[in-house]
């Protein structure tokens, strides 16, 4: 194995986890390597010619993990054998630079501030008794208000596109009455709404709702961030979820803080790299550094008094029980942390088709459209529903794409020439509408170590167990009847109704919002970090990315990631470099 030359800090995967720790740990003057499982990626490799390639991006998969260079087993309970995923389906691990930002939908949302104090809050509206024995609900001892400038910043590198709803407490019209208090508002306009969400606000606002456009990483007009990094305006090219963009319009890692990085001298991206596994001292608490394996199969161990793992929750998960770092969790006894906690997003819909509305659903972006937050999180009394969590309803104009978008009205027959007539009679005149759901823990979800799968460097499969807890699913058919009375409003010719049922398929896609794991917390009982990501064991190594996550809310995960991430790097930047040690 060769020995490399050491760095001050060594990062992870260069998702936008890791591009933003390497923004705020090279601004710091030291040494910064990124190592990235995946190729080297730029814009330029999108061109408007090959980008919307919906073959070769949204159906084969060019952006993510191929399985057979890294897959998970997986099964939903703890008496099943776990089986190999083959060909990815429920979520789509991303792999190369700029990880799953470059071909996100660019849905930013924060987390509001009951959903970081859940657990405690449930136990003082609800108390104690409410709670499933087996719910393992926690803090995660971090707050809104402490995040909000994070939050802000993220907001500004992205020009997130959007429309305050509560600015220092003043609530503003159109926007989300329901968000937490901002500083100020989004950096750009909402986006030009089409159809299909016009009529679904229209709907909503009838019945009394409060609809407010997606806050959106697609930007609505040119805009130059904090950094100096200019942005182009979204076309509305429909070609946005798995693909990356023709027109730097969607707000990634290469589009927002790459260029800066490229400029300065003290940091390094190294591509098709995989780590093996974080070199660990138990007696001395400390992390050497990381061992990689490059595609020619040669090894190399690159020491680092820093390390920073950003690899998204399965691989942090992976590589703290690999390196022997962390007790794993035991469900049996319910101790241990690593690979506790993990949960998903419970998702449903309802789709609404019109005999005279022509849609038009190729006009599109990724987080084009508007959204309901009445029936999210914990605004509203879940005392006489028996239920935790909720869901953000929503229109969006993403998925108009013809070879995976050709819905027909119920009774349709699968094939043949009636179908064909169907799906173009459907096309233009139909809309789905979705529900986006939170996913409480609970004792028998978590990810350990495959006793029988190995990848091709011969080490354990990341082993899954998963299923929704009946809370779940008894908030999915609680908001998805809310979303089918919009429907309804709608004055629809047809509608179906799918409220999430068990149990949960690792085939038809839902969401990559896969959190948990390696969660944060104020007690080192029930968390592997604490609140500035900086594992309890070892002050030396941070786990930063959505593992952290001891519970996931409704929203789409990647602003609160981003905000996360930002505040550990600031104070990794100003307090451990001074003082390397623990933060807390
Ligand atoms: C189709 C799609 C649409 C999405 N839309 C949204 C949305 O609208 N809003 C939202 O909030 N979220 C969305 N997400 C989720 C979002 O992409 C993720 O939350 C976000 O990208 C996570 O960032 P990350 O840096 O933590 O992880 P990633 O982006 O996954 O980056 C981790 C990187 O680490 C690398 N890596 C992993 N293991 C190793 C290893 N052993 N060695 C070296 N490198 C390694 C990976 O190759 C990867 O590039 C979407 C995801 C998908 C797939
Ligand atoms: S919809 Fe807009 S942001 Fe998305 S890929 Fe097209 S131009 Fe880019």
């Not at 799953?100 to 949302?109: A, E, K, L, P, T």
């Amino acid at each position: 194995m060769v020995r490399l030359k050491p760095v001050d800090a060594v990062i992870v995967g260069f998702g936008w986890a890791g591009a933003l720790l390497a923004l705020e740990l090279s601004a710091a003057g030291i040494s910064v390597l990124a190592l990235e499982r995946g190729p080297f990626r730029d814009t330029v490799d999108f061109p408007p010619t090959s980008a919307p390639d919906e073959l070769r991006y949204a159906v084969r998969h060019d952006l993510v993990v191929p399985p057979a260079r890294q897959t998970i087993t997986f099964r939903n309970r703890p008496d099943q054998l776990a089986l190999p995923v083959r060909r990815w389906g429920s979520f789509l691990p991303a792999w190369g630079a700029g990880g799953g930002g470059v071909h996100w939908n660019g849905q930013v949302w924060r987390f509001r501030p009951s959903d970081f104090v859940l657990a405690s809050r449930v136990a003082v509206r609800y108390g104690r008794r409410f709670l499933a024995p087996d719910l393992t609900l926690a803090d995660f001892g971090v707050t809104y208000e402490e995040l909000e400038p994070y939050y802000d910043r993220f907001e500004s590198l992205a020009g997130v596109s959007g429309q305050a709803g509560n600015i220092a407490g003043r609530i503003i019209p159109g926007g989300n009455p329901f968000e937490g208090p901002r500083a100020r508002d989004y950096p750009n306009p909402p986006l030009l709404m089409p159809y299909g969400p016009s009529l679904f606000a229209e709907a909503a606002r009838a019945l009394g709702y409060h609809p407010f456009p997606q806050p959106a990483a697609n930007l609505s007009r040119p805009y130059t961030n904090p950094l100096g990094v200019t942005l182009g305006p979204c076309t509305y090219c429909g070609f946005c979820e798995r693909f990356g963009c023709a027109n730097a319009a969607k707000a990634s890692p290469q589009t927002t803080v790459l260029p800066v990085l490229r400029e300065r001298r003290n940091f390094w991206l190294r591509t098709d790299v995989t780590v093996l596994e974080v070199v660990y001292d138990r007696t001395a608490r400390r992390v050497a550094g990381v061992v990689y394996v490059d595609d020619k199969g040669e090894r190399s161990f690159q020491p680092a008094d820093l390390v920073i793992l950003a690899a998204y929750t399965f691989e942090n998960v992976r590589l703290l029980l690999l390196s022997g770092i962390g007790t794993p969790y035991d469900p049996e006894s319910g101790r241990g942390v690593v690979g506790r906690n993990y949960t998903y997003q419970t998702t449903s819909s309802v789709t609404v088709g019109f005999a005279d509305k022509r849609l038009n659903p190729f006009i599109g972006a990724g987080a084009l459209g508007m959204v309901v937050d009445d029936w999210n999180g914990d605004h509203y009394d879940h005392g006489p529903l028996g239920f935790l969590g909720g869901a953000y309803l929503a229109a969006l104009a993403t998925n108009g794409r013809p070879i995976l978008n050709h819905p027909t009205p119920p009774g349709t027959p699968r094939w043949g020439a009636e179908w064909k007539r169907a799906v173009a009679r459907s096309y233009l005149r139909t809309f789905r509408l979705i529900a986006s759901g939170s996913s409480l823990p609970h004792r028998a979800a978590y990810l350990d170590l495959d006793p029988t799968y190995r990848d091709a460097w011969g080490r354990p499969l990341l082993r899954m167990t998963f299923d929704f807890h009946p809370f779940d699913l008894r908030m999915s058919e609680f908001v998805t009847a809310k979303l089918a009375e919009i429907a309804r409003a709608m004055a629809p010719a047809w509608l179906t109704v799918s409220p999430r049922r068990g149990p949960y398929s690792i085939v038809p896609y839902q969401s990559t919002h896969n959190v948990g794991g390696a969660v944060m917390g104020a007690d080192p009982a029930t968390s592997v970090v604490n609140p500035y990501l900086q594992c309890w064991d070892v002050p030396n190594l941070f786990v930063v990315g959505g593992s952290a996550f001891p519970h996931n809310p409704a929203y789409n995960p990647t602003g609160t990631i981003a905000a996360l991430a930002l505040r550990t790097g600031e104070a990794i930047r100003t307090r451990y470099l001074a003082r390397p040690g623990p933060l807390v």
